[in-house]
Nanobody
Framework: QVQLVESGGGLVQPGGSLRLSCAASGFTFSIYAMSWYRQAPGKERELIAT????????NYADSVKGRFTISRDNAKNTVYLQMNSLKPEDTAVYFCNARRNTIATMYDYWGQGIQVTVSS
């Protein structure tokens, strides 16, 4: 079955770094666009970074641009989010998403989420 499993979250001090990983299985990873979302308490889920299926195109939310980097390794079926210069407002549950649109269907898969807390 389809699985997206996030890892690498935790507690970090302001200004620190974390690298999230999302390991995918159960579908053809290399043909899916991959994204990272986050949801802070009391707020809506926010799209923060997307990478195309082959990795040649990336997009970022203004809130993370210049600090976060999304990448993927299609040989390992894994997508990453390198987070630098972390701020307390980056505290949220981070979710991995896989999406593919065809003429007939949209395929949309989610991980279970992982907590990132930025605090001194």
């Amino acid at each position: 079955q389809v699985q997206l499993v996030e890892s690498g979250g935790g507690l970090v001090q302001p200004g620190g770094s974390l690298r999230l990983s999302c390991a995918a299985s159960g579908f053809t990873f290399s043909i899916y666009a991959m994204s990272w979302y986050r949801q802070a308490p009391g707020k809506e889920r926010e799209l923060i970074a997307t990478i195309s299926s082959a990795g040649g195109s990336t997009n970022y939310a203004d809130s993370v641009k210049g600090r976060f980097t999304i990448s993927r390794d299609n040989a390992k079926n894994t997508v990453y989010l390198q987070m630098n210069s972390l701020k307390p407002e980056d505290t949220a549950v981070y979710f991995c998403n896989a999406r593919r649109n065809t003429i007939a269907t949209m395929y949309d898969y989610w991980g279970q989420g992982i907590q990132v807390t930025v605090s001194s």
